[in-house]
Protein backbone atom coordinates (compact mmCIF):
# COMPACT_ATOMS: atom_id res chain seq x y z
CA UNK A 1 0.00 0.00 0.00
CA UNK A 2 0.90 3.69 -0.43
CA UNK A 3 1.84 5.29 2.46
CA UNK A 4 -0.02 9.00 2.99
CA UNK A 5 1.39 11.53 1.58
CA UNK A 6 2.31 15.25 3.10
CA UNK A 7 1.16 18.70 2.54
CA UNK A 8 2.46 21.72 2.28
CA UNK A 9 2.07 25.90 1.38
CA UNK A 10 1.39 26.59 -2.20
CA UNK A 11 4.24 27.36 -4.08
CA UNK A 12 5.38 30.85 -4.98
CA UNK A 13 5.16 30.67 -8.36
CA UNK A 14 1.79 28.94 -8.21
CA UNK A 15 0.73 31.79 -5.92
CA UNK A 16 2.13 34.65 -8.45
CA UNK A 17 -0.35 32.64 -11.31
CA UNK A 18 -3.26 32.53 -9.53
CA UNK A 19 -2.67 36.31 -8.76
CA UNK A 20 -2.15 37.53 -12.36
CA UNK A 21 -5.39 35.02 -13.36
CA UNK A 22 -7.78 36.91 -10.21
CA UNK A 23 -6.63 40.13 -11.39
CA UNK A 24 -7.36 39.70 -15.28
CA UNK A 25 -10.81 39.12 -13.72
CA UNK A 26 -11.23 36.52 -16.75
CA UNK A 27 -14.78 34.78 -16.29
CA UNK A 28 -14.46 30.63 -15.58
CA UNK A 29 -14.91 27.71 -18.07
CA UNK A 30 -19.04 27.03 -16.63
CA UNK A 31 -19.48 30.93 -17.36
CA UNK A 32 -18.79 30.38 -21.17
CA UNK A 33 -20.13 28.55 -24.01
CA UNK A 34 -18.47 26.30 -25.78
CA UNK A 35 -17.08 28.17 -28.15
CA UNK A 36 -15.97 30.80 -26.13
CA UNK A 37 -14.18 28.58 -23.64
CA UNK A 38 -12.31 27.16 -26.65
CA UNK A 39 -11.47 30.31 -27.82
CA UNK A 40 -10.06 31.26 -24.27
CA UNK A 41 -7.93 27.68 -23.68
CA UNK A 42 -6.64 28.64 -27.52
CA UNK A 43 -5.24 32.32 -26.47
CA UNK A 44 -3.85 31.04 -23.21
CA UNK A 45 -1.56 28.66 -25.57
CA UNK A 46 -0.42 31.82 -26.96
CA UNK A 47 1.28 33.04 -23.54
CA UNK A 48 3.28 29.72 -23.21
CA UNK A 49 5.74 30.51 -25.29
CA UNK A 50 7.52 28.98 -28.11
CA UNK A 51 8.05 25.39 -27.93
CA UNK A 52 11.18 22.66 -27.45
CA UNK A 53 13.03 22.15 -30.89
CA UNK A 54 12.74 18.41 -31.98
CA UNK A 55 13.62 16.59 -35.16
CA UNK A 56 10.43 16.04 -36.43
CA UNK A 57 6.93 16.97 -35.74
CA UNK A 58 4.08 15.57 -38.42
CA UNK A 59 0.57 15.17 -38.84
CA UNK A 60 -1.83 12.33 -39.87
CA UNK A 61 -4.77 10.75 -39.60
CA UNK A 62 -5.27 6.71 -38.16
CA UNK A 63 -8.03 5.02 -38.29
CA UNK A 64 -11.28 5.33 -35.83
CA UNK A 65 -14.22 4.58 -35.06
CA UNK A 66 -16.42 6.80 -36.30
CA UNK A 67 -13.71 7.83 -38.94
CA UNK A 68 -9.96 9.51 -39.34
CA UNK A 69 -8.29 10.75 -36.11
CA UNK A 70 -5.95 13.15 -36.34
CA UNK A 71 -2.65 12.61 -34.54
CA UNK A 72 0.67 14.89 -34.13
CA UNK A 73 3.92 12.97 -34.13
CA UNK A 74 6.77 14.30 -32.52
CA UNK A 75 10.08 12.91 -32.71
CA UNK A 76 12.83 13.76 -30.20
CA UNK A 77 15.52 15.94 -31.02
CA UNK A 78 18.52 13.07 -31.04
CA UNK A 79 16.53 10.80 -32.98
CA UNK A 80 18.68 8.29 -34.78
CA UNK A 81 18.21 5.50 -36.79
CA UNK A 82 16.75 2.75 -34.26
CA UNK A 83 13.43 2.72 -33.67
CA UNK A 84 12.09 4.43 -30.65
CA UNK A 85 9.61 3.52 -27.85
CA UNK A 86 6.42 5.73 -28.78
CA UNK A 87 4.19 7.70 -25.94
CA UNK A 88 0.75 7.86 -26.80
CA UNK A 89 -0.45 11.09 -25.26
CA UNK A 90 -3.92 12.12 -24.55
CA UNK A 91 -4.57 15.94 -23.99
CA UNK A 92 -6.53 17.55 -21.12
CA UNK A 93 -9.40 19.91 -21.37
CA UNK A 94 -12.38 18.49 -19.26
CA UNK A 95 -12.76 16.27 -22.99
CA UNK A 96 -13.82 19.48 -24.46
CA UNK A 97 -11.32 21.93 -24.63
CA UNK A 98 -7.61 21.39 -25.83
CA UNK A 99 -6.36 20.07 -29.48
CA UNK A 100 -3.42 19.03 -31.08
CA UNK A 101 -1.62 22.33 -30.71
CA UNK A 102 -2.89 23.14 -26.66
CA UNK A 103 -0.44 20.22 -25.55
CA UNK A 104 2.17 20.61 -28.41
CA UNK A 105 4.80 22.40 -26.21
CA UNK A 106 4.22 19.77 -23.34
CA UNK A 107 4.79 16.84 -25.72
CA UNK A 108 7.87 18.20 -27.25
CA UNK A 109 9.52 18.55 -24.17
CA UNK A 110 8.26 15.15 -22.90
CA UNK A 111 9.60 13.85 -25.90
CA UNK A 112 12.88 15.34 -25.93
CA UNK A 113 13.56 14.40 -21.92
CA UNK A 114 12.24 10.66 -22.44
CA UNK A 115 14.13 9.84 -25.99
CA UNK A 116 10.36 8.86 -26.99
CA UNK A 117 8.15 9.05 -29.71
CA UNK A 118 5.25 11.11 -29.08
CA UNK A 119 1.82 10.83 -30.72
CA UNK A 120 -0.91 13.14 -29.49
CA UNK A 121 -4.28 12.42 -30.25
CA UNK A 122 -6.94 14.27 -31.46
CA UNK A 123 -9.95 12.74 -30.03
CA UNK A 124 -13.47 13.57 -30.48
CA UNK A 125 -15.11 16.24 -27.86
CA UNK A 126 -17.54 16.84 -26.15
CA UNK A 127 -20.36 18.04 -26.46
CA UNK A 128 -20.35 17.25 -30.34
CA UNK A 129 -19.46 14.24 -28.85
CA UNK A 130 -20.58 12.48 -26.06
CA UNK A 131 -19.15 9.41 -23.51
CA UNK A 132 -17.97 7.01 -25.30
CA UNK A 133 -16.48 8.64 -28.04
CA UNK A 134 -13.24 10.06 -26.51
CA UNK A 135 -12.61 6.93 -24.38
CA UNK A 136 -13.51 4.35 -28.13
CA UNK A 137 -11.03 7.01 -29.99
CA UNK A 138 -8.17 6.75 -27.52
CA UNK A 139 -8.41 3.07 -27.33
CA UNK A 140 -8.08 2.77 -30.95
CA UNK A 141 -5.56 5.21 -31.05
CA UNK A 142 -3.43 3.01 -28.61
CA UNK A 143 -4.31 -0.13 -30.15
CA UNK A 144 -3.03 1.19 -33.85
CA UNK A 145 0.48 2.26 -32.74
CA UNK A 146 1.09 -1.12 -30.77
CA UNK A 147 0.70 -2.54 -34.18
CA UNK A 148 1.69 0.19 -36.38
CA UNK A 149 4.31 2.21 -34.62
CA UNK A 150 6.97 0.95 -36.82
CA UNK A 151 5.42 3.60 -39.44
CA UNK A 152 6.44 5.99 -37.79
CA UNK A 153 9.72 5.03 -36.65
CA UNK A 154 8.97 3.50 -33.28
CA UNK A 155 9.08 -0.10 -31.54
CA UNK A 156 5.31 -1.65 -31.41
CA UNK A 157 7.12 -3.76 -28.43
CA UNK A 158 7.03 -0.37 -26.78
CA UNK A 159 4.50 1.49 -26.15
CA UNK A 160 3.57 3.82 -23.35
CA UNK A 161 0.29 5.59 -22.90
CA UNK A 162 -0.35 9.22 -21.19
CA UNK A 163 -2.35 11.99 -19.87
CA UNK A 164 -3.13 15.34 -18.20
CA UNK A 165 -6.42 15.73 -16.48
CA UNK A 166 -9.16 14.23 -18.67
CA UNK A 167 -6.47 12.98 -20.89
CA UNK A 168 -5.23 10.99 -17.73
CA UNK A 169 -8.85 9.80 -17.46
CA UNK A 170 -8.06 8.30 -21.19
CA UNK A 171 -4.97 7.05 -20.07
CA UNK A 172 -6.21 4.78 -17.47
CA UNK A 173 -9.32 3.50 -19.37
CA UNK A 174 -7.12 2.85 -22.00
CA UNK A 175 -5.10 0.81 -19.65
CA UNK A 176 -8.78 -0.97 -18.55
CA UNK A 177 -9.66 -1.62 -21.92
CA UNK A 178 -6.72 -3.21 -22.98
CA UNK A 179 -6.82 -5.72 -20.22
CA UNK A 180 -11.00 -6.17 -20.68
CA UNK A 181 -10.11 -6.99 -24.51
CA UNK A 182 -7.44 -8.96 -24.16
CA UNK A 183 -5.21 -6.71 -26.16
CA UNK A 184 -1.50 -5.48 -25.37
CA UNK A 185 -0.90 -3.94 -22.47
CA UNK A 186 0.83 -0.35 -22.06
CA UNK A 187 4.14 -0.18 -21.10
CA UNK A 188 3.22 1.92 -18.70
CA UNK A 189 0.05 4.35 -17.90
CA UNK A 190 1.44 8.22 -16.97
CA UNK A 191 -1.96 9.52 -15.07
CA UNK A 192 -1.14 13.12 -14.38
CA UNK A 193 -3.78 15.14 -12.01
CA UNK A 194 -6.87 12.83 -13.86
CA UNK A 195 -10.34 12.96 -13.85
CA UNK A 196 -11.44 9.26 -12.69
CA UNK A 197 -14.58 9.85 -10.53
CA UNK A 198 -17.23 11.81 -10.12
CA UNK A 199 -17.73 13.09 -6.48
CA UNK A 200 -17.59 17.06 -6.39
CA UNK A 201 -18.48 16.72 -2.31
CA UNK A 202 -14.66 15.10 -1.38
CA UNK A 203 -12.56 17.20 0.67
CA UNK A 204 -9.93 18.70 -2.20
CA UNK A 205 -13.40 19.57 -4.39
CA UNK A 206 -14.42 21.78 -0.98
CA UNK A 207 -10.84 22.60 -0.19
CA UNK A 208 -10.33 24.32 -3.46
CA UNK A 209 -13.57 25.07 -5.01
CA UNK A 210 -12.28 28.38 -6.11
CA UNK A 211 -9.50 30.45 -6.88
CA UNK A 212 -6.97 27.22 -7.60
CA UNK A 213 -7.41 27.62 -11.40
CA UNK A 214 -9.77 24.54 -11.70
CA UNK A 215 -12.76 25.36 -10.06
CA UNK A 216 -15.31 22.64 -8.69
CA UNK A 217 -17.97 24.94 -11.17
CA UNK A 218 -15.65 24.00 -14.14
CA UNK A 219 -15.62 20.27 -13.06
CA UNK A 220 -18.88 19.73 -12.64
CA UNK A 221 -19.80 21.54 -16.02
CA UNK A 222 -16.94 19.32 -18.25
CA UNK A 223 -18.93 16.10 -17.06
CA UNK A 224 -22.43 17.42 -17.99
CA UNK A 225 -20.77 18.22 -21.44
CA UNK A 226 -19.09 14.49 -21.84
CA UNK A 227 -21.53 12.58 -19.72
CA UNK A 228 -24.98 14.26 -19.61
CA UNK A 229 -26.33 10.79 -18.79
CA UNK A 230 -25.82 10.54 -15.48
CA UNK A 231 -26.16 6.51 -15.35
CA UNK A 232 -22.78 6.90 -17.62
CA UNK A 233 -21.19 8.22 -14.36
CA UNK A 234 -20.74 4.46 -12.79
CA UNK A 235 -19.36 3.12 -15.90
CA UNK A 236 -15.54 2.53 -15.86
CA UNK A 237 -14.48 3.61 -18.99
CA UNK A 238 -15.58 6.91 -17.97
CA UNK A 239 -14.98 6.61 -14.00
CA UNK A 240 -12.43 4.11 -13.49
CA UNK A 241 -12.71 4.46 -9.65
CA UNK A 242 -15.87 2.79 -10.28
CA UNK A 243 -14.13 -0.44 -12.01
CA UNK A 244 -14.99 -3.53 -9.52
CA UNK A 245 -11.40 -5.15 -10.42
CA UNK A 246 -8.00 -2.78 -11.07
CA UNK A 247 -5.54 -6.00 -10.79
CA UNK A 248 -3.57 -6.81 -13.89
CA UNK A 249 -3.18 -3.34 -15.07
CA UNK A 250 -0.47 -1.85 -16.58
CA UNK A 251 2.37 -0.63 -14.23
CA UNK A 252 1.32 3.32 -13.34
CA UNK A 253 3.21 6.73 -12.58
CA UNK A 254 -0.24 8.78 -10.79
CA UNK A 255 0.97 12.79 -10.33
CA UNK A 256 -1.34 14.67 -8.24
CA UNK A 257 -1.39 17.97 -7.10
CA UNK A 258 -1.24 19.52 -3.38
CA UNK A 259 -4.11 22.50 -4.73
CA UNK A 260 -6.32 20.74 -7.10
CA UNK A 261 -10.13 19.47 -6.61
CA UNK A 262 -8.86 16.49 -8.42
CA UNK A 263 -6.02 15.14 -6.00
CA UNK A 264 -8.34 13.42 -4.02
CA UNK A 265 -9.79 11.28 -6.71
CA UNK A 266 -6.24 10.58 -8.19
CA UNK A 267 -4.62 9.86 -5.48
CA UNK A 268 -7.39 7.25 -4.29
CA UNK A 269 -7.00 5.75 -7.66
CA UNK A 270 -3.54 5.06 -7.08
CA UNK A 271 -4.16 3.38 -3.79
CA UNK A 272 -6.71 1.05 -5.50
CA UNK A 273 -4.33 0.11 -8.18
CA UNK A 274 -1.72 -0.36 -5.79
CA UNK A 275 -3.65 -2.59 -3.42
CA UNK A 276 -4.88 -4.73 -6.06
CA UNK A 277 -0.69 -5.69 -7.20
CA UNK A 278 -0.33 -2.99 -9.45
CA UNK A 279 2.92 -1.37 -9.88
CA UNK A 280 2.42 2.00 -8.84
CA UNK A 281 3.98 5.20 -7.81
CA UNK A 282 2.02 8.01 -6.80
CA UNK A 283 3.28 11.69 -6.40
CA UNK A 284 2.04 14.49 -5.03
CA UNK A 285 3.78 17.92 -6.23
CA UNK A 286 2.69 19.72 -2.62
CA UNK A 287 2.60 23.27 -4.04
CA UNK A 288 1.36 22.73 -7.34
CA UNK A 289 -2.43 23.03 -8.75
CA UNK A 290 -4.01 21.70 -11.53
CA UNK A 291 -2.52 22.21 -15.02
CA UNK A 292 1.36 22.96 -13.54
CA UNK A 293 2.77 20.64 -16.42
CA UNK A 294 1.40 21.94 -19.41
CA UNK A 295 3.17 25.66 -17.63
CA UNK A 296 6.52 24.05 -17.10
CA UNK A 297 8.18 27.26 -18.67
CA UNK A 298 7.21 29.19 -15.66
CA UNK A 299 6.72 26.36 -13.21
CA UNK A 300 10.29 25.38 -11.92
CA UNK A 301 7.93 22.13 -10.51
CA UNK A 302 6.50 21.61 -14.06
CA UNK A 303 9.55 20.72 -15.15
CA UNK A 304 10.14 18.30 -12.37
CA UNK A 305 7.53 16.74 -13.37
CA UNK A 306 8.38 16.11 -16.98
CA UNK A 307 11.57 15.03 -15.77
CA UNK A 308 10.09 12.21 -13.37
CA UNK A 309 7.56 11.03 -16.23
CA UNK A 310 11.08 10.94 -18.70
CA UNK A 311 12.41 8.66 -16.23
CA UNK A 312 9.95 6.56 -15.39
CA UNK A 313 9.01 6.02 -19.25
CA UNK A 314 12.38 5.31 -19.55
CA UNK A 315 12.70 2.53 -17.26
CA UNK A 316 9.70 1.07 -18.67
CA UNK A 317 10.56 0.83 -21.96
CA UNK A 318 13.94 -0.61 -20.74
CA UNK A 319 16.23 3.02 -21.91
CA UNK A 320 19.45 3.58 -19.38
CA UNK A 321 19.71 6.91 -17.44
CA UNK A 322 17.13 9.48 -16.49
CA UNK A 323 15.43 12.00 -18.33
CA UNK A 324 17.54 13.97 -20.86
CA UNK A 325 15.57 17.23 -19.69
CA UNK A 326 12.98 19.11 -22.10
CA UNK A 327 15.41 20.53 -24.63
CA UNK A 328 16.83 16.72 -24.88
CA UNK A 329 20.76 17.63 -23.58
CA UNK A 330 20.39 16.44 -20.15
Not at 170 to 188: E, K, S, T, W
Not at 205 to 225: P, V
Amino acid sequence: MLDPLPTGPIDPQARAFLDRLASAGLPTTDQLTVAQARAQMEVSTRFLGRPPRVACVEDRQIPGPAGEIPVRIVTPIDAGSEPLPVVVYYHGGGWVLGDLASHEGLCRALSNASGAVVVSVAYRLAPEHTFPAAAEDAHAAFAWFAEHAGEIGGDPSRVAVCGDSAGGNLAAVVALMARDQGGRAPALQVLAYPVVGFDPENESYRLFADAHHLTRGEMIWFWDQYAPNVNDRNNPYLAPLEAADVSGLAPALVISAGYDVLRDEAEAYARRLSAAGTPTTLSRYLGMIHGFLRRYPFFDEGRRGIDEIATALRAAFGLTGSSRGVDGVG
